[in-house]
């Protein structure tokens, strides 16, 4: 069954603001993964974290590796109307496991 | 240096058809991974291969479905009997190696319409 959860499940934002969302999950994950999916593509990869604490910037976006190492959230600054898209995170219990995938946000950006 | 490369891009089968969908990783990737993405939902794992060799298939349904990743040439997903629940978009990602640093890139996928 399903093992990340993501929150929000969506979100309409404005063009220039800030984003924040996160995921959790009841199970200790080794690694935490950020995707981003265009319609009709496949995941692109935007930050990976190894390491409880670890905070990783790409750009305008920034993603943590929670402490408790059950949870991840990604921060998009200024957002612009190319950040429309569904953010997945994603994870790993060791480093040689399948990555398992959340649900996924929905993010529109309003111009 | 050419991405993932799935095809065919669109695959359109009647009921009781076999589908196969094709797989061919990034140049030196010896790691492939199939996932399947309903309509509104991530991605959920199926099958993880090694060059000739199923690690995991935890994911597959027991029946209708197999996996292979031949010594020469691409990954093949192969649905039997295709159902219209089967309609979705098939995922498939390569990596060089297991372990950190080594991340899986994706194809743009292959989304199978059983009619």
């Known amino acids: 069954g399903q093992q990340l959860n993501q929150s929000p499940q969506s979100m309409f934002i404005q063009e220039g603001e800030d984003v924040s969302m996160n995921c959790t999950s009841s199970?200790?994950?080794?690694?935490w993964l950020w995707y981003k999916q265009d319609p009709g593509e496949g995941p692109v990869l935007l930050i990976a974290l190894y390491k409880a604490g670890e905070l990783t910037s790409n750009g305008r976006l920034t993603a943590q590796f929670g402490i408790t190492r059950k949870d991840s959230f990604l921060n998009i600054s200024a957002s612009i109307p190319s950040d429309v898209g569904i953010y997945f995170c994603?994870?790993?219990?060791?480093?040689?496991?399948?990555?398992?995938f959340g649900p996924g946000t929905s993010l529109s950006v309003i111009p | 240096n050419a991405g993932v490369m799935q095809n065919p891009r669109h695959l359109v089968r009647r009921r009781g058809q076999e589908a196969r969908l094709r797989c061919s990783p990034m140049k030196g990737h010896s790691h492939v991974y199939w996932y399947r993405q309903l309509p509104e939902e991530g991605l959920k794992f199926m099958v993880y291969l090694q060059k000739e060799n199923i690690i995991d298939e935890s994911g597959m349904p027991k029946e209708r479905f197999s996996a292979e990743f031949p010594k020469e040439g691409p990954s093949i997903l192969r649905i039997q009997q295709v159902v219209r629940g089967d309609s979705a978009a098939y995922f498939c990602?390569?990596?060089?190696?297991?372990?950190?640093?080594?991340?899986?890139?994706f194809g743009q996928g292959t989304r199978l319409t059983v009619v």
């Open positions: 199970s200790i994950f080794n690694t």
């Open positions: 990602a390569s990596s060089a190696q297991l372990g950190q640093n080594t991340e899986a890139f």
């Open positions: 994603a994870g790993r219990k060791t480093s040689y496991d399948k990555v398992i």
